[in-house]
Each structure stands twice: as structure tokens, then as C-alpha cells.
């Protein structure tokens, strides 16, 4: 009896927890200066921010299959490390799965004028 209920805490204290995690995630805010965003990718904690010609891309970094931190590039594609899925940089599509949905877009703005990127992620 009392293993349950201490079994029952530590569940309800597992699911706290994870809950302010994800609160305190949600609203987190990075802001880049001009000099940290040069063309290229560029991985971070918890968002990739791919910087081209044509524009500006911040995707999640978490793999849609299972969550691993994508963190690594390779032949112009980003590589989960876990199962190998793969994923176009300019939009987050699957390119190779396991993984089935595509990288999630993270809103952000942009100062033409100074050149910061504002990213909440
Ligand atoms: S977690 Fe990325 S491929 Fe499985």
C-alpha cells in the first residue's frame, strides 16, 4: 500500500517536473547579434538556424521520430545521430526516416537595421 502511493508521487512528481521543463522552454528567448549570423547552419540548444542567400530558416532541433538533438550536418542535410533520419535544412522536411514528420519552423524576427535575430524557442 504505501509502495503504491510512493510509486504514485514519484509518477505525479515526474510529470511536474516535466511540465516546467517544457514551460520553461516554451518561453525562452535567444537573441543573436549580426556577427552570430553568418551564412550557414548553426546549431544551438534547443533550435538550428540555417542562414542563406535567399533568407533565414530556425527550425526545432529535436528529432520527430524520438527526440534526439540533432546536431550535426552533413552533405548539405541534417543528421539525427540516433536512428540516421535526415532532414533538408532550408525547411525541415524528411529526406530520410525513420522520422516521418518534418522539423518544426520556430518563429523569430529579424532587425534589418541591426542585424539581431530574435528567436523564442
Ligand atoms: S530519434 Fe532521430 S531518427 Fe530516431
Not at 35 to 61: E, M, Q, R, W, Y
Request: include cysteine; charge should be positive.
Amino acid at each position: 500500500m504505501a509502495g503504491a502511493a510512493v510509486t504514485g508521487l514519484i509518477g505525479l512528481w515526474a510529470v511536474m517536473t516535466e511540465r516546467e521543463r517544457r514551460a520553461s522552454e516554451k518561453s525562452a528567448i535567444t537573441r543573436l547579434p549580426a556577427s552570430a549570423t553568418a551564412k550557414g547552419i548553426h546549431f544551438h540548444d534547443t533550435f538550428i538556424l540555417n542562414v542563406t542567400d535567399s533568407g533565414i530558416k530556425v527550425l526545432s532541433n529535436r528529432c520527430t521520430h524520438a527526440g534526439c538533438r540533432i546536431s550535426r550536418e552533413s552533405e548539405g542535410k541534417l543528421v539525427c545521430p540516433c536512428h540516421g533520419s535526415e532532414f533538408d535544412p532550408l525547411n525541415g522536411k524528411v529526406l530520410r526516416g525513420p522520422a516521418l514528420k518534418p522539423l518544426p519552423e520556430i518563429p523569430f524576427s529579424h532587425s534589418p537595421a541591426t542585424g539581431e535575430i530574435i528567436i523564442q524557442a
